[in-house]
């Protein structure tokens, strides 16, 4: 068995996953310690509903559905997994930083037991030019 890597194993959804329906999923994940990445792609709204607040939008953010701004504040879904002495939890912007976006991935990787990668993503619906 020597002669094969270890296997990575990568779990990867977007933040209504995350923050909302999966959520006791991706807690019981982050709660066994095993060696599991997971990365979350925030977009902080549901975007394929064309931009609806969720869990994960911060507040006072206003979207289409949304015009009077959100009045909870986010799930602060890394400090829950930061409850859990042995998971690696990071966070990074993906565009903003590439390197610490690779930083990020690299130490996940590394890590012998379950990391939270929550990455900021950036999304048509928020009026960015994605060209």
């Known amino acids: 068995m020597d002669m094969f890597r270890p296997p990575s194993v990568w779990i990867i959804g977007g933040d209504g996953w995350a923050y909302d329906i999966g959520y006791n999923g991706v807690d019981h994940v982050l709660s066994r310690g095993e060696n599991v990445n997971i990365m979350v792609l925030d977009t902080e709204m549901y975007s394929n509903t064309g931009g609806q607040v969720s869990k994960a939008t911060s507040k006072s953010t206003v979207l289409k559905f949304a015009q009077d701004g959100k009045k909870e504040m986010k799930k602060d879904l890394g400090r829950l997994a930061m409850q859990y002495e042995h998971a690696y939890v990071a966070s990074c912007a993906i565009g903003a930083s590439y390197q610490q976006t690779l930083t990020a991935?690299?130490?996940?990787?590394?890590?012998?037991?379950?990391?939270?990668?929550?990455?900021?993503?950036?999304?048509?619906?928020?009026?960015?030019n994605m060209k």
């Open 105 to 128: 991935i690299r130490e996940a990787e590394e890590y012998s037991g379950t990391s939270l990668l929550l990455c900021f993503a950036p999304c048509i619906d928020w009026g960015i």
